[in-house]
C-alpha cells in the first residue's frame, strides 16, 4: 500500500470508528460487535505505529469515549480515566512485556498483577470521609456523567466505609450485570413488546443512565472494584485489591500475582476455558505492572497507561478486506460464492476464506470485491461475511456476478430457489466432495481418510466411488505418496472397521439432497432398514417426523435415479447396514437443544449422541422451538439470538446434570 494510500486508509478508518464509538459509549447503541469495533481499532493503530506521520491528536487512538448525555450533569475527573491498550495474542502480548521491559531500562520483570476483564461499564466512585458523595461514568475520559442517584441502588456499591481516617479517595470499578439477570430482563422485555437487549454491556450502561432510579434498581445490576485512589500510600496493585475487599467492595476471585509472562499464559487460557461458565461477561484479562512505583515511571502513551494492557480472548469477529470472489461447487452441485480474504485472526484461528451462501447473500450484504467488511467465525463453525463498511470504500470496488456454467465440468448451471446448481451428476467436484462427506464424521467417521488422502487415491485411480473403497488392498497404496508400511496398514484397518456401519450414518453418507444427521436418524427410527425406505412412496416419506414436501421429494427421487441405483447396489454388497431399533422414549423426549461453542468433557458429536440417546434432538440453529442452547468455550451469535428470544441458555454443568 501507498503512502496516500495508507493516509486515505487511515482517516476513513478514523471516520468509522469514530462513528461507532459514539453509539457505543454514548448512545448505548451498537451497528456492529465490540470484536469488529476493536478489530478497526488494532488496524488503524497498527497503521499509526508503522507510519507516525500520520498520527494526529484526534484519532481515536488517543482518546477515550465519548461525549457525556445531556440529560446528566457533567462530571471533570481529577484522574483521566484511561483505555487499555487490546492484545489478541501470545507474540503481542510479551512485545507488550519487552516494550516494558526496554521503557524501564530493565532486564525483566518478575511482578505482573492480572484480572479478569469485565464487560460492563466503567464507574468512578468519590468518597469523602468515609460517605458516598459522587459517582460518574468515564464518558470521555475526562468528562463523565453524574449517576449518583442510579449508582446508590446498585447494592455491591457501600454507601459508607468504616475508615473515614483515609479521607477523599475514589474507587473506580466495572457495572455489570449477570448473564441470569439478562436473559430474565429480556424474557420479560418480549413479553411485553419492550427493546430485546443484544448483550449484557449494552443492558448495564442502559441501566445505568435511565432516569428513573427505579429502573435501574429493578436490573439487580453488580459492581466489581479495579482500582483505588488516594488514601493510604499502596506499594501494589495486589495490595489495592485486598484493601478494597476489606473496605467492603467485590473484587475479581480470579485476579492474582504472577511472576513471569509465561505464568499469564497459562491463567488466561485457563479463564478462556471457564468463561462459559461464569456469571458475568468477560472478553479477556487485564495485565499491570504490579509495583505501583514502576507503574507510574512508565508513563502514558496516547491514552493509554505503559504498564497496563488488555489481554483479550481471540474474537469472534474482525474486520479485513474482500481480494476476491470465487465459487465452489458443492457435493449436492450447490454453486457456494466464497470470499477470499485477506488473511485474519478470527475465533483463535487465521482463516482466509469466508462463506457468501448464494447470490441473494451478496446482494443482501452488497458485497464487493475489494469491500471491508466483518466476518464472523463462533465454535467451529465456517467463517462467513456479517456486514460491509461501505464508508471505507474507495470508489475502485468491483462487483460479483455468479458464473453461468460450472468452473469444473463446464456444464449449464440451474437456478433452483436460491440456489444455483450443476445437476451434472458426473461432475467431478461433486463426486469429489461426495467422497469427502462419506468418510466424514457425521457419516461413515473413517479415520485417517481426509480430503488429501482422498484425492490422492482418486488422481491415482484407485477408487472411482466409496464402494471402493472396502475393495482397497495395503499393497494398493503404500506406493503412493504420503504413505509408509504403517499407514497403510492404519487406513485399510479404520476402512475396515466401517464394514458395519449403523443405518443413520449409513444415509448421511449417501449424501442425498436435504438428508443432513437430524433427518437421517428421523428416517432410520421411521422405516428401520434401507429395503423399506427404498420402497416408500411419497405419501409414506411425507408422513415421516419433521419431513416436508420438498425433502420428500429430494428423497423420492434420489432413490429411483439409475446412477444412483447402481452404486447402492455396489455399497450394500461390500457394508453391513445395522438395522435401526425403535426408538424409547427418554428423559429428553420432545427437548430441542442447539450446542455453540466447545465443550470441555464431550466432543460435538458425543453430546449429540447422548442427546439423541435421551429422546431429544439437536438444532443447528435457535429459534422459538428451541428448549435449550449449552454453551461451551467462545459461544457465537447462537448465544445473543438465544437472548433475544428468550431461550434458556445452560453451561456444560448443568448440561451434563441433565445427561445423568
Known amino acids: 500500500m501507498g503512502r496516500d494510500d495508507v493516509k486515505k486508509r487511515i482517516e476513513k478508518l478514523k471516520k468509522v470508528i469514530e462513528h461507532h464509538r459514539y453509539l457505543y459509549h454514548v448512545l448505548d447503541r451498537i451497528e456492529i460487535s465490540d470484536a469488529a469495533l476493536d478489530s478497526l481499532k488494532h488496524e488503524l493503530k497498527k497503521l499509526?505505529?508503522?507510519?507516525?506521520?500520520?498520527?494526529?491528536?484526534?484519532?481515536?487512538?488517543?482518546?477515550?469515549?465519548?461525549?457525556?448525555?445531556?440529560?446528566?450533569?457533567?462530571?471533570?475527573?481529577?484522574?483521566?480515566?484511561?483505555?487499555?491498550?487490546?492484545?489478541?495474542?501470545e507474540e503481542e502480548f510479551l512485545k507488550w512485556v519487552e516494550r516494558v521491559k526496554k521503557v524501564a531500562g530493565l532486564r525483566f520483570v518478575s511482578d505482573f498483577f492480572a484480572e479478569l476483564k469485565f464487560d460492563g461499564l466503567a464507574m468512578s466512585l468519590m468518597y469523602k470521609n468515609g460517605v458516598l458523595q459522587r459517582a460518574s461514568t468515564r464518558g470521555n475520559g475526562r468528562v463523565g456523567e453524574d449517576v449518583t442517584q442510579n449508582a446508590k441502588t446498585i447494592e455491591a456499591i457501600p454507601l459508607s466505609l468504616d475508615i473515614p481516617e483515609f479521607g477523599d479517595i475514589e474507587v473506580r470499578g466495572e457495572v455489570v450485570i449477570s448473564k441470569k439477570n439478562f436473559e430474565r430482563i429480556n424474557i420479560e422485555q418480549k413479553k411485553k413488546g419492550g427493546q430485546i437487549y443484544a448483550n449484557p454491556r449494552n443492558l448495564a450502561a442502559g441501566s445505568v443512565r435511565q432516569l428513573d432510579p427505579k429502573i435501574t434498581s429493578s436490573r439487580h445490576l453488580d459492581f466489581h472494584a479495579y482500582a483505588l485512589l488516594g488514601g493510604p500510600g499502596l506499594e501494589t496493585h495486589s495490595e489495592e485489591h485486598a484493601l478494597l475487599r476489606r473496605l467492603g467492595f467485590k473484587t475479581d476471585n480470579y485476579s492474582s500475582r504472577f511472576n513471569k509472562p509465561e505464568e499469564i499464559l497459562n491463567f488466561r487460557k485457563n479463564i478462556e476455558k471457564k468463561r462459559s461458565t461464569l456469571s458475568y461477561e468477560i472478553d479477556g484479562i487485564v495485565v499491570a505492572i504490579n509495583k505501583k512505583d514502576l507503574f507510574e515511571r512508565l508513563g502514558v502513551v496516547g491514552k493509554a497507561p505503559r504498564g497496563a494492557v488488555a489481554f483479550k480472548f481471540a474474537p469472534v469477529e474482525a474486520t479485513t478486506i474482500?481480494?476476491?470472489?470465487?465459487?465452489?461447487?458443492?457435493?449436492?452441485?450447490?454453486?457456494?460464492?466464497?470470499?477470499?480474504?485477506?488473511?485474519?485472526?478470527?475465533?483463535?484461528?487465521?482463516?482466509?476464506?469466508?462463506?457468501?451462501?448464494?447470490?441473494?447473500?451478496?446482494?443482501?450484504?452488497?458485497?464487493?470485491?475489494?469491500?471491508?467488511?466483518?466476518?464472523?467465525?463462533?465454535?467451529?463453525?465456517?467463517?462467513?461475511?456479517?456486514k460491509v463498511l461501505n464508508d471505507l470504500r474507495t470508489g475502485s470496488e468491483k462487483v460479483f456476478r455468479m458464473p453461468e456454467k460450472c468452473p469444473m465440468c463446464f456444464e449449464k448451471i440451474i437456478l433452483k430457489g436460491a440456489i444455483h446448481r450443476c445437476v451434472n451428476v458426473k461432475c467431478p467436484a461433486r463426486h469429489r466432495e461426495n467422497l469427502y462427506h462419506f468418510a466424514s464424521r457425521q457419516a461413515f467417521d473413517i479415520d485417517g481418510l481426509g480430503p488429501k488422502i482422498i484425492d490422492a487415491l482418486l488422481d491415482s485411480g484407485l477408487i472411482n466411488n466409496a464402494a471402493d473403497l472396502f475393495e482397497l488392498k495395503e499393497g494398493d497404496i503404500r506406493p503412493l505418496e504420503r504413505f509408509g508400511e504403517k499407514s497403510?496398514?492404519?487406513?485399510?484397518?479404520?476402512?475396515?472397521?466401517?464394514?458395519?456401519?449403523?443405518?443413520?450414518?449409513?444415509?448421511?453418507?449417501?449424501?442425498?439432497?436435504?438428508?443432513?444427521?437430524?433427518?437421517?436418524?428421523?428416517?432410520?427410527?421411521?422405516?428401520g432398514n434401507l429395503d423399506k425406505l427404498k420402497k416408500a412412496g411419497m405419501e409414506e416419506?411425507?408422513?415421516?417426523?419433521?419431513?416436508?414436501?420438498?425433502?420428500?421429494?429430494?428423497?423420492y427421487e434420489w432413490f429411483r435415479d439409475k446412477y444412483n441405483s447402481d452404486y447402492l447396489k455396489k455399497l450394500e454388497s461390500r457394508v453391513f447396514i445395522i438395522e435401526r431399533r425403535v426408538k424409547k422414549k427418554g428423559k429428553l423426549q420432545n427437548k430441542t437443544f442447539v450446542l455453540t461453542g466447545s465443550l470441555d468433557f464431550l466432543t460435538r458429536d458425543e453430546a449429540k449422541a447422548r442427546i439423541h440417546e435421551l429422546g431429544g434432538k439437536v438444532s443447528s440453529s435457535v429459534s422459538d422451538n428451541t428448549d435449550y442452547v449449552v454453551a461451551g468455550l467462545a459461544p457465537g451469535s447462537k448465544l445473543d439470538k438465544a437472548g433475544k428470544l428468550g431461550v434458556e441458555i445452560i453451561d456444560e454443568k448443568k448440561f451434563l446434570k441433565m445427561l445423568e
Open 48 to 89: 499509526e505505529d508503522e507510519n507516525p506521520e500520520f498520527l494526529t491528536p484526534d484519532s481515536p487512538t488517543q482518546r477515550v469515549g465519548g461525549k457525556p448525555l445531556k440529560e446528566f450533569k457533567k462530571v471533570v475527573h481529577k484522574t483521566p480515566m484511561l483505555s487499555l491498550e487490546d492484545t489478541f495474542n
Open 322 to 386: 474482500v481480494r476476491d470472489i470465487i465459487v465452489q461447487v458443492g457435493r449436492t452441485g450447490a454453486i457456494t460464492p466464497v470470499a477470499v480474504l485477506e488473511p485474519v485472526e478470527v475465533g483463535g484461528v487465521t482463516v482466509s476464506r469466508a462463506t457468501l451462501h448464494n447470490e441473494d447473500e451478496i446482494k443482501r450484504l452488497g458485497v464487493k470485491i475489494g469491500d471491508t467488511v466483518i466476518v464472523g467465525r463462533a465454535g467451529d463453525v465456517i467463517p462467513d461475511v456479517k
Open 488 to 527: 497403510a496398514s492404519n487406513l485399510i484397518e479404520a476402512i475396515s472397521k466401517r464394514t458395519r456401519i449403523e443405518f443413520p450414518r449409513f444415509l448421511m453418507g449417501l449424501g442425498i439432497l436435504h438428508v443432513g444427521e437430524e433427518t437421517a436418524r428421523d428416517l432410520a427410527d421411521h422405516f
Open 541 to 555: 416419506l411425507r408422513s415421516v417426523e419433521n419431513i416436508g414436501d420438498i425433502v420428500a421429494r429430494s428423497i
